[in-house]
Nanobody, 123 residues
Framework: VQLQASGGGLVRAGDSLRLSCAVS?????????MGWFRQTPGKEREFVAR????????DYTDSVRGRFTISRDNAEKKVYLVMNNLKPDDTAVYYC????????????????WGQGTQVTVSS
């Protein structure tokens, strides 16, 4: 399974961005669960959101709930993270992840990681 994240950029507080994650690979099946994590220099990797590919059921960390929306497109094999009302604290490198059959906020269970896309929010 290969993951290719894109869509990051430099925006102002209150703006919106949509991150995309293209999924490829012959071993990818609907029992995968997808996640978005983020990390800033000197800090631990942080869970942001996750979604069950089969059902679309989603979960968010408290700091982004109500502002971020994770979704997936079965036909395009893409996962999206729409980020609204961005804040400077959202500045980080965002990573797309995939885990076969595991449903967790723990990054350690995710087997596949994309290369990351930088999101910078200015005040």
């Amino acid at each position: 399974v290969q993951l290719q994240a894109s869509g990051g950029g430099l925006v102002r507080a209150g703006d919106s961005l949509r991150l995309s994650c293209a999924v490829s690979g012959r071993t990818f099946f609907s029992n995968y669960n997808m996640g978005w994590f983020r990390q800033t220099p000197g800090k631990e990797r942080e869970f942001v959101a996750r979604i069950k590919w089969a059902s679309g059921f989603s979960d968010y960390t408290d700091s982004v709930r109500g502002r971020f929306t994770i979704s997936r497109d079965n036909a395009e094999k893409k996962v999206y993270l729409v980020m609204n009302n961005l804040k400077p604290d959202d500045t980080a490198v965002y990573y797309c992840t995939a885990a076969r059959a595991m449903w967790s906020r723990n990054g350690g269970v995710y087997e596949h990681w994309g290369q990351g896309t930088q999101v910078t929010v200015s005040s």
